[in-house]
C-alpha cells in the first residue's frame, strides 16, 4: 500500500503560476505510470499530464506547454509545474501512480484560478 499527499494548491491570479507536489509513503520506481488528474466541479475527473518510467510525457491538450511534470523517484516525489494558469484550470488535483496491478490516488489539492 502507498499512501499519496498532494500539496501546493492555493489561489492564484489568471497568469500566474503554481507547483503541485505528491510525496508517496513508499517507493516509485515500480509504477510504470505517474501521472496528475484533475476534477473540476459538475465535471468528470480528466488526465491532466503523465510521464512513465522511462520518462515519456503526455499531456492533455489544453494544457501543453504550460503545464510541466516530473519525478523523483529516489525522493519518491511527482511534481506538476503549472504556468500561465486560467480560469479554466480551476479544479481539484490529484496525483495517480498505476502498474498493471496497483493504483493509487491521492486525497487531492484544490487549485483556483480567479482574480
Known amino acids: 500500500q502507498v499512501q499519496l499527499v498532494e500539496s501546493g494548491g492555493g489561489l492564484v491570479q489568471p497568469g500566474g503560476s503554481l507547483r503541485l507536489s505528491c510525496a508517496a509513503s513508499?517507493?516509485?520506481?515500480?509504477?510504470?505510470?505517474v501521472g496528475w488528474y484533475r476534477q473540476a466541479s459538475g465535471k468528470e475527473r480528466e488526465l491532466v499530464a503523465a510521464i512513465s518510467s522511462g520518462g515519456i510525457v503526455d499531456y492533455a491538450d489544453s494544457v501543453l506547454d504550460r503545464f510541466t511534470i516530473s519525478r523523483d523517484n529516489a525522493r519518491r516525489m511527482v511534481y506538476l509545474q503549472m504556468n500561465s494558469l486560467k480560469s479554466e484550470d480551476t479544479a481539484v488535483y490529484y496525483c495517480?501512480?498505476?502498474?498493471?496491478?496497483?493504483?493509487?490516488w491521492g486525497q487531492g489539492t484544490q487549485v483556483t484560478v480567479s482574480s
Open positions: 495517480n501512480l498505476k502498474n498493471s496491478y496497483e493504483d493509487y
Open positions: 513508499g517507493s516509485i520506481f515500480r509504477f510504470n505510470v
